[in-house]
């Protein structure tokens, strides 16, 4: 249960609109890549992160009769921002762009996508912003996307996946965390894979309910690598936004991590501090999943372990299914600290919504 | 409960108390001396010619070369030469004798566990098997010897651990972490099945070579990665079995995760919850909450213990996991051994320390 506390002007981090199909991103293509997808059939890129049909994809209530949940901008005024009373939202697009194996094919989706959402996200709804699909398979032509879009100050964040083909901290990224930096964007780590790796170490899973715990793990794993690998170091006003994450693995987790560095500091030596407090000063996180414990009390008890009032940020996840009607902030989450983290926290965490 | 966190001047002391060490690591002092001599002919040329070839590039080494050579306690080597923990009189002088072991499970790693040649695993494993009870338990009744089982090879498993089951030499079967596929996954069972029918724990320590790269996203630079993500690698084994209904199909199951840490399993216990919640039409065969599934069937050695500042924050987590869920185990010889006495920075009763320290073991081997 939630304690359903509304805040005006909240701002959702997290909402996903849906591209409705591949048609409607036609118009936004050059005609090579027009005759491309045509002549070869090229099918739409939903991915089995989120199978359509499957509970957790859309809340029934935010479930179409037809077509694809939070599909179109009078959908997702009404659903996603009238409903939570919402000043601002972030759209990230979850379409498969990161998927492909072709660079210059992903390349053409990303730009593709962010100029359909241009047209008929952020041109119809004052409140909705973006982050920018990147084709991270390359990250001069990833760089040259952020670009190409960057001076429409409606565009907040760069969008990557938790699994790519390479841990995100690794240096073939840094020009577009260097670019992130320049626009004044946080970088957003969503839930998901390019499924170019198992998700698992272990390998393929039976059950998509496997493939969404797995995405916990992951993230654990690129808290790791942007922090080790330096990246905080060399980028020290980037902010890391992980979507969909869950937060309430983070504190044992930099338990771990800042135990092992104490240890093996020698093999990362630009990391001068704990994670931990590397963590605290650039690491967010969106609120919704919330993998809670059963008590109000024992999430209490975890709000103290973040050690930070600062990391949550506000997201419904809409159209996925974390939630009932507007139970968006658990019980054990005080009125004071709601409001940091669906007013204050997320202004902090983009400088483009100052 | 009468807790008070301590500063570690004070509790600097050296603890009387006797331990179970849940986590100690045997090595030979020479393959041909003392691991030929339970290996075929066939198999010995074999080691000559190839070597063990793991699902990695190198054949002598790691591709993360470990924080210090062999992962190992500087002070570890034995006076009298060979690898540290491979010599059993300084093992009883430098750790045994002065920490009070009562109960030392042993558990070889490198020993042909994980091993692309499946014949070769089994008989590797097999030779390891004779060889803890020669030069290990029959010698010193304080060690218990882990029944090594080439786990990529269920049937060759069963037949090992049928082989040695009722021998009380052996307290738990050993599986490394990094499997071919998710352990939960139906290939496996017929090792739950045989470590129910020899009524053995079954044992998975972090570490092996699976293949797959060691996160979701491909394969990080650090050996710091690699060793902090032992712990996402036994949360997702973890929820393999959970969600593949294993302990449902195995009611008598015992599983302890060896040396990945403890404190994340909380949070992957809410999430499951969660998940089960919302897809159990996906895995109808889970018909009880993860979370008491795993309160039933899951137990965690303590080492690497985590270490949160202000420390108290790990008797929440600890009560969380329940307090009879934990394992001590210090890894000796090795580089991140948790000095008992230094390990739980936190002063608890009595009863609990007791219990921490060395009789949850205890009744979980059915050694009272």
Redesign the interface.
């Known amino acids: 249960m939630g304690s359903s506390i509304i805040t005006k002007g909240a701002i959702d981090c997290d909402i996903h609109p849906s591209v409705p199909n591949i048609e409607a991103l036609l118009p936004y293509f050059s005609d090579h890549w027009r005759d491309t997808i045509s002549q070869r059939g090229v099918h739409d890129l939903q991915t089995i992160a989120y199978p359509k049909n499957?509970?957790?994809t859309a809340r029934p209530d935010w479930r179409p009769k037809l077509g694809m949940p939070a599909a179109d901008a009078n959908v997702i005024s009404t659903q996603a921002l009238d409903t939570f009373q919402t000043s601002i939202a972030i759209c990230n697009c979850l379409y498969g762009v990161q998927l492909l194996m072709s660079e210059d094919l992903a390349a053409a989706f990303a730009s593709a996508v962010n100029d359909w959402m241009v047209a008929e996200l952020l041109n119809k709804d004052p409140r909705l912003r973006a982050s920018i699909v990147i084709p991270t398979q390359n990250s001069e032509m990833a760089v040259a996307e952020i670009e190409r879009v960057a001076s429409d100050p409606r565009f907040v964040s760069i969008l990557m996946l938790?699994?790519?083909?390479?841990?995100?901290?690794?240096r073939s990224y840094w020009p577009i965390y260097a670019a992130a930096q320049r626009h004044n964007m946080p970088i957003c780590v969503h839930a998901g894979?390019?499924y170019?790796?198992?998700?698992?170490?272990?390998?393929?899973?039976?059950?998509?309910?496997?493939d969404?715990?797995?995405q916990?793990?992951?993230f654990?794993?690129?808290v790791?690598?942007f922090i080790?690998?330096g990246v905080f170091s060399e980028y020290p006003d980037l902010k890391v936004v992980l979507a969909e994450s869950?937060f309430?693995?983070l504190?044992?987790?930099l338990?771990?991590?800042?135990?092992?560095?104490r240890?093996?500091r020698a093999?990362?030596p630009w990391v001068d501090r704990t994670p931990?407090e590397i963590a605290r000063d650039h690491i967010r996180l969106t609120l919704q999943?919330v993998?809670?414990?059963?008590t109000s009390e024992?999430l209490e008890?975890?709000m103290?372990?973040m050690g930070s009032d600062e990391m949550i940020i506000f997201s419904t996840d809409y159209p996925h299914?974390q939630f009932d009607g507007v139970d968006v902030i658990p019980e054990g989450i005080s009125g004071e600290l709601a409001r940091k983290i669906m007013v204050d926290n997320p202004k902090n965490t983009y400088p483009r919504l100052q | 409960m009468n807790i008070q966190v301590m500063d570690r001047v004070t509790t600097g002391q050296k603890i009387n108390l006797a331990i179970a060490d849940c986590d100690i690591h045997p090595t030979p002092k020479s393959v041909p001396v003392e691991i030929y001599p339970y290996l075929s002919k066939r198999w010995q040329d074999y080691m000559e010619t190839y070597g063990i070839i793991y699902r990695q590039g190198f054949p002598t080494g790691p591709a993360f070369p470990k924080?210090q050579p062999n992962a190992a306690r500087r002070d570890a080597y034995p006076p009298g030469g060979g690898k540290p923990g491979s010599d059993l009189d300084f093992m009883r002088s430098q750790h045994l004798d002065p920490n009070n072991v009562q109960l030392g499970i042993l558990n070889p790693l490198s020993c042909g566990q994980g091993v692309q040649n499946l014949d070769f695993s089994a008989a590797y494993c097999n030779a390891v098997n004779h060889w803890q009870i020669v030069e290990w338990t029959s010698k010193e009744s304080r060690l218990k010897a882990s029944l090594m089982v080439p786990y990529e090879d269920p049937l060759a498993s069963v037949k090992e651990i049928d082989l040695w089951g009722g021998d009380n030499n052996f307290a738990q079967i050993l599986l490394l972490?990094?499997?071919?596929?998710?352990?939960?996954?139906r290939k496996y069972w017929p090792i739950f099945e045989a470590a129910c029918r020899a009524n053995l724990p079954v044992a998975v320590h972090a570490f092996g070579y699976?293949?797959?790269?060691?996160?979701?996203?491909?394969?990080?630079?650090?050996?710091?990665?690699e060793?902090?993500?032992h712990?996402?690698?036994t949360?997702?084994?973890l929820?393999?079995m959970v969600?593949?209904g294993v302990f449902e199909r195995f009611p008598t199951l015992k599983l302890i995760l060896v040396e990945a840490?403890f404190?994340?399993l909380?949070?992957?216990s809410?999430?499951?919850d969660?998940?089960?919640n919302?897809?159990r039409?996906?895995?109808p065969h889970v018909t009880r909450p993860p979370s008491e599934l795993i309160r039933q069937h899951v137990w965690l050695t303590t080492q690497?213990?985590?270490?949160?500042?202000p420390r108290e924050?790990?008797l929440?987590?600890i009560e969380?996991i329940g307090w009879e869920k934990l394992l001590f185990a210090t890894d000796y010889p090795h580089?991140?051994f948790d000095e008992p006495s230094r390990a739980l920075p936190i002063r608890i009763g009595k009863e609990q320390k007791e219990a921490f320290f060395l009789k949850n073991a205890l009744e979980l081997y059915n050694l009272n």
């Open positions: 499957a509970p957790l938790v699994m790519d083909e390479k841990p995100l901290g690794r894979s390019a170019k790796h198992p998700v698992t170490s272990v390998g393929w899973p039976s059950y998509y309910a496997e969404y715990a797995s916990a793990p992951a654990h794993n690129m790791s690598s080790c690998e869950g309430s693995w504190p044992a987790h338990w771990r991590l800042t135990k092992f560095w240890g093996l093999e990362i931990t999943p993998d809670a414990p059963p024992q008890r975890l103290d372990h299914w | 924080g972490s990094r499997t071919a596929e998710p352990l939960g996954q699976g293949g797959a790269p060691v996160t979701g996203g491909g394969w990080p630079s650090f050996y710091i990665e060793m902090v993500g712990a996402e690698n949360q997702s084994l929820t393999s969600f593949e840490g404190a994340w909380p949070a992957l809410w999430r499951l969660k998940l089960w919302r897809m039409a996906e895995i690497p213990m985590e270490e949160p500042e924050h790990l929440d987590t969380w580089w991140d």
